[in-house]
Each structure stands twice: as C-alpha cells, then as structure tokens.
C-alpha cells in the first residue's frame, strides 16, 4: 500500500483482516530496527514465526522504508541488511508460508529495495482525496464526533478549502 500519510494505508489493512476474519498482525517498520546488530532480524523470524503458527492470517508492516531500504543505501545503517535479508527469506524462503499474507505500507516506495518490492504481488496506490472525497470523509467522520457540529458549519465549504490534507488530516483539524 502506497500512498501519503493519512490515506488510509493503515485503515485498510484493518478493515481486510477484519472482513477475513483472520488474526491481524500489525508491527511498524521502526520497531525492528535496534540498537543492537541481529535483534531486528530475530524480530522478523520471530513474527512470521508466530503467523505461521496462528495462520491464516495478515502480517501488516507499516512504515515498510524503515527497513527495507534500497540496498544502495544500506551502508548508512548496518542493520538495516540484515532485517531485509530476514524479511526476503521469510517472504520467499525454503519454508511454504501457506495462510499467511503480507501486507506492506509506504509514504516512499522509492526507497524501498527492489527485491522487497517484487516479493508483494500488488501495488496499490493511495492518494489524497479529492473535493467530493473530503466531503464524504467529512459527512462520515461528523456522526463519531464527541460533540455535536453546528448547523452553521458548512462541511461543503471545508472541503473546497482543504486540498491537500488526508482525511486523518481533516478529522484533526476537526477536532481541535
């Protein structure tokens, strides 16, 4: 999944795992890159470890450029190549990973490495919405308020006059 922050990456990764009524695994990318050389990677094995223990099921990786950087860039942190040789041989190792799905998420696919990228079947992208889309956002969002919208409030106006902003951007705004 690919896209700007606030599009719904997330959101909809959410929403399959709940309509498939599998376990849902959801880690950020940052969580395994470490201090200490070799624990991300051990991270890695241990999650598809569990997955394939509670399969079927979805491992969701936000924030997937955390670390599967393009490996001309790998030299800038070491164990960044290490989790992504970790990630390539749990995504496509010797070991069939029957019933587990992996689902990455990226503000910037063009850092990812290429071999990460060939191992997901499908590149969706997310982009921000448009007027009528921030309008239905807005009009969705407004019954989950914790207090009531004024009736002087045009959400139609707002939505004219916040291109540029994700949804989750919007219902912030919002909110505050």
């Known amino acids: 999944l ?3 922050p606030g599009t719904g990456k997330t959101l909809l990764a959410r929403a399959v795992a709940g ?7 959801s880690i950020s990318g940052s ?13 890695v094995r241990d999650l598809f470890l569990q997955a394939k223990q509670k399969a079927p099921c979805i491992i969701f990786i936000d924030e997937l450029d955390a670390i599967a950087l393009d490996r001309r860039h790998q030299d800038l942190r070491g164990d960044v190549s290490e989790v992504v040789n970790a990630l390539l041989t ?3 190792g010797i070991e069939d990973r029957i019933g587990v799905c992996t689902v990455g998420a990226t503000n910037r696919i063009d850092s ?4 990460i990228r060939s191992r997901f079947e499908e590149e ?7 007027s009528e889309e921030r309008l239905l956002i807005l009009n969705l969002y407004a019954k989950t308020f914790p207090q009531q919208i004024s009736s ?3 959400f139609e106006q707002i939505a004219r006059e916040t291109n540029g902003l994700s949804g989750r951007d919007m219902v912030e705004k919002i909110l505050k």
Request: avoid cysteine.
């Open 112 to 115: 990812l490495d290429y071999s």
């Open 31 to 43: 969580e395994f890159v470490e201090m200490f050389v070799g624990v991300g990677a051990a991270r």
């Open 152 to 154: 002087s409030v045009s």
């Open 124 to 130: 969706i992208e997310f982009k921000l919405p448009s």
């Open 19 to 25: 309509e498939a009524a599998v376990p849902f695994f």
């Open 2 to 4: 690919v896209g700007p």
């Open 90 to 92: 749990e995504m496509d």
